[in-house]
């Protein structure tokens, strides 16, 4: 009996209307979709059964098997996950010699295409050369009936079997995984199937544990926003999720986090940071910017407001082994602002000369080439002596301020105003730093803008933040990056830009 478990794509896929998921030129319309029941509240994996009746080739010597698969292929089945070759059990008429395997006794037989309805219509659809080599095998024709179970449908194939026939044209099988938990966001029309859409989506996933719905919009100072487990372990969404060699440990309901911004994370660390350099993440997270940052031997001071964020952030800097490079703080992102260069002085004083003392990193090819050495006895004099230390000269200068906050981070940016100009020790600083602000920028269905006047209104609402003009602040040292759109008049934008050496020391 078939036995197949379907995996869901990780990543929000178009869903394939129903006279395109199977293209192949044997398949008659509907056969192979499953029963309809658009009654269904509560899933029945027994209801999704369906019975094909096909036709089986039983031949004497095995190898022939293989044989007319390859030079008749066009009369074989070629139904996606249905194999042309199947097994008969030792229950079924069993004909010349069968086969041993570790679960029995078993004769292979190979089906032919669904066009072929019955033996009695072998003779009319199959190639006379096709005849030829069954009849001189001594092959034998079988009624076989392939039986569909709910195991064999993809989630989008059984939702489509159960769900109002309105919903059909957007079937929400899309989702995010983080860690072992599935993320949908369901409109409102499909709130009342939510139980059932979150049990197909489970089962259908073997990685998944539990599935979530968001219940509203971030509503929470903390960016975190209401969900309703709808399917799977209810009692437990503490997650781990792997993310640029790192692993991340956090209470899902507690914190943000968006698997969607990998690369954004990803952006920023290896086309930014530079190792020795001072990154500021304003609203840190539980780290995807500071932890990879400070694996790289960049110095961070991260920060967030969330204690339950600033618990995992602390967690995550021990596990991944970052303690050295990543120092975390529990602060307003306005207060950090205004108060990082002090953190800064504070971080250099507690370090004796200012300096870091971090392990030097080793290839596996050293490791191995050394423990070769040391097994071959290598005499002390040829040996080369790597230092297992380097250190690292903390700058008086912060080279990045990071803010992913995306629905009020411009709002921030007034603090950047006289950052330095009460800070003695700033004063002879002539590297001013980079701020990398995440925004939306929302516009009306009416609007029909270009990509140029969607980035002019960012611009403009940064200058309105910090409180100066175009010829302090001009567009063109602005840097602007699309990072995702989240809805076709919401895009996310990163703008780069260094800040102004004149707002900096303002008084």
Not at 234 to 240: F, K, W
Not at 379 to 403: A, D, G, L, Q, T
Request: with cysteine; proline share 6%.
């Amino acid at each position: 009996m078939f036995q197949g478990v379907s995996i869901i794509s990780k990543v929000i896929g178009s869903l394939k209307s129903a006279n395109s998921i199977y293209k192949m030129s044997t398949l008659q319309a509907g056969k192979y979709d499953p029963p309809i029941n658009r009654n269904m509240k509560v899933l029945d994996r027994s209801f999704f059964v369906k019975k094909i009746s096909l036709c089986a080739i039983k031949f004497p010597n095995p190898r022939h098997i293989s044989e007319f698969a390859k030079q008749y292929k066009n009369f074989i089945l070629r139904v996606p996950r249905i194999p042309h070759v199947i097994k008969l059990d030792s229950s079924q008429p069993m004909g010349e010699k069968p086969l041993a395997c570790d679960n029995g006794i078993i004769t292979k037989c190979v089906l032919l295409t669904d066009t072929v309805a019955s033996p009695a219509e072998v003779s009319t659809k199959l190639s006379s050369e096709a005849l030829g080599f069954l009849k001189e095998t001594q092959a034998e024709i079988i009624p076989y009936e392939y039986v569909l179970n709910y195991d064999y449908w993809k989630a989008e194939d059984i939702l489509r079997s159960v769900l109002p026939e309105e919903f059909l044209d957007e079937i929400p099988s899309g989702f995010t995984i983080t860690g072992h938990i599935a993320h949908l966001n369901l409109r409102k029309e499909f709130k009342p199937y939510d139980s059932l859409i979150g049990q197909v989506i489970l089962d259908k996933n073997n990685k998944i544990e539990c599935v979530v719905d968001k219940v509203s919009s971030i509503a929470t100072k903390f960016r975190t926003f209401p969900m309703k487990v709808i399917a799977g372990k209810a009692d437990n969404l503490i997650v781990e999720q792997k993310e640029s060699n790192c692993v991340f440990k956090f209470d899902f309901s507690k914190v943000y986090w968006n698997s969607r911004l990998h690369t954004e994370h990803e952006r920023l660390v290896t086309q930014y940071f530079q190792p020795g350099e001072i990154v500021c993440d304003v609203f840190a997270g539980v780290g995807p910017f500071a932890v990879p940052a400070g694996k790289k031997e960049t110095i961070v001071l991260a920060n967030d407001l969330n204690p339950e964020s600033f618990k995992y952030l602390q967690e995550n800097i021990k596990n991944n082994k970052v303690g050295l490079t990543v120092t975390p703080f529990n602060l307003d992102g306005a207060q950090f602002i205004k108060e990082s260069p002090q953190l800064l002085i504070n971080l250099i004083k507690e370090h004796e000369n200012g300096e870091i003392s971090l392990p030097v990193k080793t290839s596996h090819h050293h490791r191995k080439r050394q423990k070769k050495g040391e097994s071959n006895h290598e005499p002390i004099e040829h040996k080369r002596v790597e230092p297992k230390n380097k250190v690292v000269k903390i700058p008086n200068e912060i080279s990045h301020f990071v803010m992913n906050l995306p629905d009020s981070a411009i709002d921030f940016l007034g603090n950047f105003v006289g950052l330095y100009s009460n800070v003695p020790e700033f004063q002879n600083v002539s590297k001013m730093p980079w701020i990398h602000v995440h925004c939306f920028e929302k516009y009306g269905n009416d609007e029909d803008l270009t990509m140029e006047e969607i980035q002019e209104r960012v611009y403009q609402r940064i200058l309105s933040s910090m409180k100066t003009t175009s010829s302090v602040l001009p567009i063109s040292e602005l840097s602007f990056h699309l990072v995702r759109k989240v809805s076709p008049t919401k895009p996310m934008f990163c703008v780069s830009y260094k800040l102004p050496k004149e707002l900096a020391f303002s008084h």
